[in-house]
Antibody, heavy 121, light 107 residues
């Protein structure tokens, strides 16, 4: 059974840092691209970042570029999001999601339960 | 960045109704679009990938269509468990972008 379990969320002051983790199990983690998606309270979904299976390709939303760093450790079946210079508008539930390649397209087929990050003084 | 315009933003319907939600991309995205369902307090769930392919385990009352810039999600006969918020997501290029969401409520 595929499982994605996020951790590391919490309350942090503006300008602070936080590192999120996503522990993967039930599939060959090193074969899949992974993503972070967030959702501010009462708002819609926002794609945050993506990393390819071997970490060769990394992409960020403009809203987090230069402040957030995605990484992975395939030996530990883990995905990470290092968040620096946090702002109030970064307050959200952060989901990790597996990106699967279908024959002609891609999609986020499994999601974790999310971890809440609150940026407030 | 590609903008995804989803409509309507909210929709009231009854059990048994047929409903359609649309997403329009600001430029062509081939069929690189997925539809996701989210219930309150839960993670999103993939319903449709590649614009029209049904994800394994998803009921056949859900269907998707479209290519290029215009896409639709149709629920043929609403069931009580379908009342949720639905999002489209373009996976054509980076940054990936979601539609604003459609909240489907019970009439």
């Amino acid at each position: 059974e595929v499982q994605l379990v996020e951790s590391g969320g919490g309350l942090v002051k503006p300008g602070g840092s936080l590192r999120l983790s996503c522990a993967a199990s039930g599939f060959t983690f090193s074969s899949y691209s992974m993503n972070w998606v967030r959702q501010a309270p009462g708002k819609g979904l926002e794609w945050v970042s993506s990393i390819s299976s071997s970490s060769s390709y990394i992409y960020y939303a403009d809203s987090v570029k230069g402040r957030f760093t995605i990484s992975r450790d395939n030996a530990k079946n883990s995905l990470y999001l290092q968040m620096n210079s946090l702002r109030a508008e970064d307050t959200a539930v952060y989901y990790c999601a597996r990106r699967r390649k279908y024959s002609s397209s891609w999609a986020l087929d499994y999601w974790g339960q999310g971890t809440l990050v609150t940026v407030s003084s | 960045a590609i903008q995804m315009t989803q409509s309507p933003s909210s929709l009231s319907a009854s059990v048994g109704d047929r409903v359609t939600i649309t997403c329009r991309a600001s430029q062509g995205i081939r069929n690189d679009l997925g539809w996701y369902q989210q219930k309150p307090g839960k993670a999103p769930k993939l319903l449709i990938y590649a614009a029209s392919s049904l994800q394994s385990g998803v009921p056949s009352r859900f269907s998707g269509s479209g290519s290029g810039t215009d896409f639709t999600l149709t629920i043929s006969s609403l069931q009580p468990e379908d009342f949720a918020t639905y999002y489209c997501l373009q996976d054509y290029n980076y940054p990936h972008t979601f539609g604003q969401g459609t909240k489907l409520e019970i009439k």
